[in-house]
């Protein structure tokens, strides 16, 4: 017993050494969520990364978001909406319609929200940009999670089954139409 | 009496003829189409067109969940399944997966939930004593069609590359969409997963065909040819690093080849956009571009001649430039390697060939390394490679930050070197105009081509390290992982005659093989020795 714990140490110290992070969006600290598109693949689009910080707060209080975008581009302006999920009350005085110059100097531009919710779990407040640079236009969408108090226990799929082959398959009925050939 | 066992004859032939009856049907789905406004571009839920399913597995399932026969459809979404029983119970069940034995193996999951397979099905119904036809069909108002859609958009990829190559066996390829991909973006993970943004308050990309057939692309860039995109953020106007612009380029023209249609879009709820990937206004035109790019070659496909479009090549000449010296070529795969290989393949389309590319700003390409490039770029852009010479330093090689920083051009400086007798060599590199950088660098060999190693310190100002470097030709790739303003260095292998001093003097040693796949045995090895020597003290202990 002593030479199997001896055994596995060595062997756990290995696995914790070679474990990485899995996700994009990392734990901070216990209240704060931050996450950044710099550096991950990215369909084609406007160029523009997001970096995000969130504080994760109790339902009803209000969450500090520190949004920063930035752009590869040097001249044009950027737009951007900000729409929130039903669930979710903008606390701050943060316009939900933004413009902003882009310059050599000034690609980097900050957008801080105060928001809270009344429900427990992970809501989602949206970015859509767009960066007009002469007669082109391109757009890109980001999500920002607002987590708020417990998570919802994820509710089990009842369509989740197994197939014959033991995969997990989600099904669900289909528009038929059935017909007698004589 | 007599009439009696004509009856009970009469059931029992008509039971023997109909103890067997076919299914048969049609799988459909619906799916919504784009409806473009200038460069504006929505889905148009007035313009829902049912298409087929083609390809798809379908099952007879009776009322034990078990399945008792099975097919795919055809390519016109149509199928049959034979001999089922009579007057049983059954239901057709349909998986969103494209299975053909060493053909292909394509499927959509919710990575979100297990990764379930999406499935649709019917009702359990009998199957009578006559054949029957069942269609079934999934309905763009729920969460159905897209799995579908998607499949839709994937075998029409591969059938664009069958009719070039019928002999291709697509490696298996894993689609995840969800509606709760609200984060995840959608990109292509660079081995056998495609991960597709779903959500329906914001960005979802399933119905976004161009899309799904650019993230495909490099699937296929990676599996059949070779991929050395560094990837990040990316963009039309951009002055990109070599390898990212013919990558996204690559992906962008492919998804107008393969559809026939070079506008190109993606659709983010009640907003959206579009370029057109032939003809888009030139923005900051260039090698570097990857607009440039997708111009280049989809205009080498097209049947539509312009200006300066005179070529009509079609699919097959880019597939087996792709496939054949672009997979092997000894440079970074770029525009420069596609256009050198693809000129040699088609010496009497050259002239051609020049014109289109000329059209984008573009000095003829003469070689794989982009060599006698015009000076329409930063200065210290030129050359694209710098050659070095073993023991001989090479002082001003500069990268900076002037078009961006990651994955722009001169971000990354490469320099090719020939290795004519296997020893250690050291390797260093020193910046010459402050110690505000923290340069680091990868080597890789040309023949094969793969790198070989990697050298990430976080010493400032300089990067050293001794490796054994076999005979051959190499490149190496040097950047700021500082990202600064402008860094130059004084780069050398080998001997220390004419490198920069340097007071920041680190240095470590290593062979290649630390980084070689193969060593992993040794590391492996390494592992094992941890675990089992303080297991040989216990034991030690233990018969004391």
């Known amino acids: 017993m002593k030479k199997t714990k001896l055994l596995l140490a060595p062997l756990l110290i290995i696995m914790g050494l070679q474990a990485k992070p899995t996700e994009d969006t990392k734990v901070e600290n216990s209240n704060i969520k931050s ?6 693949y990215q369909k084609p689009g406007a160029p523009i990364d997001m970096t995000y910080d969130s504080t994760k707060v109790n339902a009803g209080e209000v969450s500090d978001i520190n949004i920063t975008l930035t752009t590869s581009a040097t001249s044009g302006t950027m737009q951007v909406s900000i729409a929130f999920d039903e669930a979710i009350k903008n606390e701050s005085n943060t316009e939900e319609n933004l413009t902003f110059e882009i310059t050599p100097e000034q690609r980097s531009f900050p957008i801080n929200i105060q928001a809270s919710s009344l429900e427990d779990g ?61 | 009496m007599k009439n009696k066992w004509s009856i009970l004859l009469l059931v029992l032939l008509s039971t023997l003829s109909l103890s067997a009856v076919n299914i048969s049907g049609t799988i459909s789905y619906e799916r919504i189409n784009p409806l473009h406004n200038g460069s504006s571009t929505i889905l148009d839920y007035n313009n829902i067109t049912t298409e087929k399913a083609k390809q798809v597995i379908v099952e007879a399932i009776n009322s034990s969940g078990n399945s008792i026969a099975t097919t795919s459809t055809d390519d016109n979404g149509e199928y049959l399944l034979s001999s089922l029983p009579s007057n049983t119970n059954i239901k057709i069940r349909v998986y969103a997966k494209m299975f053909k034995s060493s053909k292909w193996d394509v499927k959509v999951v919710d990575n979100t939930n297990g990764n379930a397979l999406y499935v649709v099905e019917g009702d359990l119904t009998s199957t009578g004593t006559s054949n029957s036809q069942r269609n079934l069909k999934t309905l763009a108002s729920t969460t159905q069609s897209p799995p579908f859609a998607i499949l839709g958009s994937i075998y029409l990829a591969m059938q664009k590359v069958l009719v070039a190559d019928s002999s291709v066996v697509f490696p298996t390829l894993k689609m995840n969409w969800t509606v709760n991909n609200v984060e995840s973006g959608t990109y292509y993970d660079g081995h056998e997963n495609i991960m597709i943004q779903g959500d329906q308050n914001g960005d979802s990309d399933e119905y976004d065909d161009h899309i799904m057939i650019h993230e495909w692309g490099h699937y296929f860039e990676a599996k059949f040819s070779r991929a050395d995109s560094i990837g990040g953020g990316h963009t039309s106007g951009d002055h990109l ?10 992906g962008n023209a492919l998804s107008g080849i393969i559809t026939d249609d070079p506008i190109y879009f993606d659709t983010m709820s009640s907003s959206g956009w579009n370029m057109n990937v032939e003809s888009a206004t030139h923005d900051t035109p260039g090698w570097f571009s990857e607009a440039s790019t997708q111009r280049i070659l989809y205009n080498l496909y097209d049947s539509h001649d312009d200006t300066t479009d005179h070529l009509s ?56 390394y982009g060599t006698n490039r015009l000076n329409n770029v930063e200065a210290i852009t030129l050359p694209i490679y710098t050659p070095l010479t073993i023991n001989r330093a090479e002082n001003n090689i500069c990268t900076s930050t002037t078009y961006g920083v990651s994955n722009k051009l001169n971000n990354h400086k490469y320099i090719k070197f020939d290795i004519n007798e296997k020893k250690s060599y050291p390797i260093e590199i ?16 040309t023949y094969p081509f793969k790198q070989v190693a990697l050298s990430e310190s976080d010493t400032k ?56 796949p193969e060593n992993k045995i040794i590391a492996l090895l390494l592992i094992l020795a941890i675990m089992f020597i303080p297991a040989l003290f216990i034991r030690t202990e233990l018969k004391i």
């Not at chain 1, 996450?35 to 991950?40: D, E, L, M, V, Y």
């Not at chain 2, 690093?241 to 690559?250: T, V, Y």
């Not at chain 2, 000449?317 to 770029?334: D, H, N, W």
Request: aromatic share 8%.
């Open chain 2, 430 to 445: 020193v910046q010459t105009n402050g110690r505000t950088s923290d340069p680091d660098f990868a080597i890789f060999q």
């Open chain 2, 313 to 368: 090549l079609g699919f097959k000449p880019i597939y087996e430039v792709l496939v054949g010296p672009q997979k092997t070529t000894k440079a970074f795969t770029s525009l420069f390697t596609f256009i050198t290989a693809l000129k040699e393949k088609q010496p009497s389309s050259t002239q051609k060939i020049d014109a289109i590319v000329g059209n984008e700003e573009i000095a003829t390409i003469d070689d794989i």
């Open chain 2, 241 to 250: 690093d070599i390898r990212l612009a013919f990558g996204e380029g690559w």
């Open chain 1, 122 to 182: 992970l809501h989602y407040i949206r970015l859509l940009t767009k960066v007009d640079k002469g007669t082109a236009s391109k757009l890109r969408a980001f999500a920002v999670p607002m987590y708020v108090g417990e998570p919802k226990p994820k509710a089990k799929s009842a369509n989740i089954m197994k197939a014959m082959s033991g995969e997990n398959i989600s099904v669900s009925k289909a528009v038929e139409t059935i017909e007698v050939i004589e």
């Open chain 2, 461 to 516: 100002g300089s990067e050293r390290k001794t490796y054994t470097l076999p005979i051959g030709s190499y490149i190496l790739d040097l950047y700021d992982m500082q990202n600064t303003k402008k860094a130059c260095f004084s780069v050398n292998i080998g001997d220390k005659s004419g490198i920069a001093p340097d007071n920041n003097n680190e240095s470590s040693s290593d062979t290649i093989g630390t980084t070689l």
């Open chain 1, 35 to 40: 996450g950044t598109t710099i550096g991950h």
